[in-house]
């Protein structure tokens, strides 16, 4: 018997299935940054991180920036079997470019290097060198055109970077995001989260851009958001479907066009070896938030950055800074994906 609770009654929220002719693209519809679609805003206090938020509402697709102007050490975690990525620098980053368009989207992240670049006066010694990292979801099967983030785009993110809050829901690189891909017809939107959190005076903060084949799960293991059947008006757990399609000798359905990027940074002060499995921890963890996860269908690639502020120090026996962290930062990481589809509680008003 599946003792998993019902998904609460929520409104769905379908993409709609995709035609694949041709599609207008920039050049035809000449689009222009303006506002996105956030259901609220999470608010942090983590000195020297700014957040960026770019979209094109012509797509809608954007970008996401996560600004780190001293720079921070960096990990990556890298998992699935579709990631998009492009790294020159896999141990150190000045920021973490997120955005849509698939392959065509990585131009953004030369946007953010453009902007960077002039704003150390175009000076060029490697001291001056700014190291950006990017990642892209495909967003394309949840709208009609083939607009995509440029380095115009990429630049306008990281003029709009600031301190403080980051815009959730429909925003930057999740605008197009969606979730639970077993079939088109029960796909829905998702989005962009973000979560912090604060422990003395360690802190931690999360962005996200959830773009899964799989479902996500709140912490009473119920979807909210991804694989809605209209005929019966619930939201299912992929393994149903699997299942009922092995018991009848049929071929089991998994939709293309998946990936979750995640940014967690710390300020802990992580040797490279915690630093590793301190991403890998926190990656690992997402599992339960979104089902499944990591499948071959999905490019999920996570960010690990640390400023090296608060030296937590380690005896012979001290529980490994990497897991004391971690364990913070995965809590954190299922907050952000439940805000990326889910009204902030702080500003529900918004939701759309």
């Given at each position: ?104 989207g990585l131009g953004a992240g030369?946007g953010v290097a453009a902007e ?108 909210v958001r991804g694989n809605y ?124």
């Amino acid at each position: 018997m599946n003792t998993r609770p019902e998904p609460p009654a929520e409104a769905p929220r379908l993409t709609g299935v995709p035609s694949w002719g041709d599609r207008p693209g920039n050049a035809d519809l000449s689009p222009s940054p303006g506002p996105g679609r956030p259901h609220g805003r999470v608010d942090y206090d983590f000195p020297g991180v700014e957040v960026g938020v770019a979209t094109y509402p012509e797509g809608p697709t954007g970008t996401t920036v996560v600004h780190v102007p001293a720079g921070a050490r960096m990990a990556i975690d890298a998992r699935g079997g579709a990631i998009g990525l492009s790294s020159g620098f896999e141990y150190l980053a000045h920021a973490v470019c997120l955005t849509g368009g698939s392959v065509y989207g990585l131009g953004a992240g030369s946007g953010v290097a453009a902007e960077l670049l002039a704003r150390a006066g175009n000076r060029t010694g490697v001291e001056y060198l700014r190291l950006v990292s990017t990642a892209v979801i495909y967003d394309f099967s949840a709208r009609d055109n083939c607009v995509v983030p440029d380095a115009r785009l990429g630049r306008e993110a990281v003029r709009a970077a600031s301190h403080g809050s980051v815009p959730v829901g429909r925003v930057g690189a999740g605008s197009s995001a969606s979730a639970g891909k077993v079939d088109w017809s029960r796909c829905e939107f998702a989005g962009q989260g973000a979560a912090f959190r604060r422990a003395g005076d360690i802190r931690v903060l999360v962005v996200t851009v959830v773009n899964p084949l799989g479902v996500v799960v709140d912490r009473d293991g119920a979807v909210v958001r991804g694989n809605y059947d209209p005929a019966t008006g619930t939201r299912r757990h992929l393994d149903r479907d699997y299942a009922a399609a092995l018991d009848a000798a049929a071929v089991p359905r998994a939709e293309h066009g998946n990936t979750t990027l995640t940014v967690v940074v710390t300020n802990a002060a992580l040797d490279d070896r915690e630093l590793d499995h301190f991403a890998r921890q926190v990656h690992g963890s997402m599992h339960r938030a979104i089902v499944p996860f990591h499948t071959e269908h999905d490019g999920d690639t996570l960010f690990a950055l640390t400023t090296d502020e608060i030296d937590l120090g380690r005896g012979a026996d001290d529980v490994p800074r990497s897991v004391a962290v971690g364990s913070i930062a995965a809590e954190a990481a299922w907050d952000a994906v439940l805000s990326s589809v889910l009204p902030h509680r702080t500003d529900e008003s918004q939701e759309q």
